[in-house]
């Protein structure tokens, strides 16, 4: 049983991270928008290919978060990391702990 509690703990704490970075990555692409980077940066590409795909399902999805040229999208996927990360990955390491 240790052996399945520790590989638990494990993908609970790399999904916590990748999560967090996630998190990170969904802000700063917010913010980008703000200021209009040049479209053809490298690093202003990445951001998009990684975020432009669930921000699209969100907006699919709830149309509401488009509304009087505000894009809530970015806000809804914080929001949809964060519950995430407080249910599911706080239980998978608390059943760890339990394994234990």
């Known amino acids: 049983m240790i052996v399945l509690a520790n590989t638990l703990s494990a993908v609970a704490l790399v999904l916590g991270s990748l999560l967090n970075l996630y998190f990170w990555v969904v802000i700063i692409a917010a913010l980008l928008t703000w200021v209009r980077p040049d479209p053809y940066n490298p690093i202003v590409r990445t951001l998009r290919a990684l975020t432009e795909p669930v921000f699209y399902r969100v907006r699919k999805w709830l149309p509401f978060t488009y509304s009087g040229g505000m894009d809530f999208s970015p806000l ?24 234990r």
């Not at 809804?76 to 394994?99: D, K, P």
């Open 76 to 99: 809804i996927v914080l929001l949809g990391i964060e519950l995430f990360n407080r249910i599911v990955v706080a239980s998978l390491a608390q059943y760890a702990l339990t394994l």
